[in-house]
């Protein structure tokens, strides 16, 4: 069984720009969260989608949005870009239950902005 | 404000020495989980803990559910350079979906 996959692995931005990340789960999993993951803050959780709706939504500035599609690939869209933003941007997929959640990571997309 | 604190935060050691890194929270989580990074790369999940008290063990990695579901511990027992890597406790909690909560993270280096 395929792993999370994450596209691209590596992107460089300058201020003021926007960018879009992809994340594609495990088969049969429906549920897909971004995290962020800086020196600093450690790992902190942007949002939750699941069949196609937003379910959970952490502590992050509307600049960063979402979606989810009907084959439970997802975006992750940053706008006007800050420096600050430039982290490990993870996503991990999960079968969806609301027990508990064994999430699976991709390996990341790491964002530099300039 | 870290709802869950993990210490230590940077662990040095010999080949062969054992060793303990905790997970500790004013909170309860309906489970814990239990990750492995490596640098330029994703967690990977080594363990889910979900009843008070329950031990499960992975080899040389034996981990720990405190009673009260507030805390976890993990234990390696004769660490090897191959135990190198950065662990990360991570919390989650019943009807918030996918969202965990991460403790910093335990920065390991086994020194051959």
């Known amino acids: 069984k395929a792993g999370v996959t994450q596209t691209p692995r590596y992107l460089i931005k300058t201020r003021g720009q926007q960018v879009t990340l992809s994340c594609s789960p495990i088969s049969g999993h429906r549920s897909v969260s971004w995290y962020q993951q800086t020196p600093g803050q450690g790992l902190q959780f942007l949002f939750e989608y699941f069949s196609e709706t937003q379910r959970n939504k952490g502590n992050f500035p509307g600049r960063f949005s979402g979606r989810q599609f009907s084959n439970s690939r997802s975006e992750m869209n940053v706008s006007t870009l800050e420096l600050g933003d430039s982290a490990l941007y993870l996503c991990?997929?999960?079968?969806?239950?609301?027990?508990?959640?064994?999430?699976?990571f991709g390996p990341g997309t790491r964002l530099t902005v300039l | 404000t870290q709802l869950l604190e993990q210490s230590p935060q940077f662990l040095s050691i010999q080949e062969g020495e054992n060793l303990t890194v905790y997970c500790n929270s004013s909170?309860?989580?309906?489970?814990l989980q239990w990750y492995r990074q490596e640098p330029g790369e994703g967690p990977v999940l080594l363990v889910t803990?979900?009843?008070?008290?329950e031990v499960k063990k992975l080899k040389r990695l034996t981990f720990q559910f405190g009673d009260a579901r507030k805390d976890s511990s993990l234990h390696i027992t004769a660490a090897q350079p191959g135990d190198t890597g950065l662990y990360l406790c991570a919390g989650a909690r019943t009807k918030q979906g996918g969202k965990l909560i991460f403790g910093q993270g335990t920065e390991l280096s086994v020194k051959p």
């Open positions: 991990a997929s999960s079968l969806g239950g609301d027990t508990y959640n064994e999430q699976f």
């Open positions: 909170s309860v989580f309906s489970s």
């Open positions: 803990v979900v009843t008070g008290g």
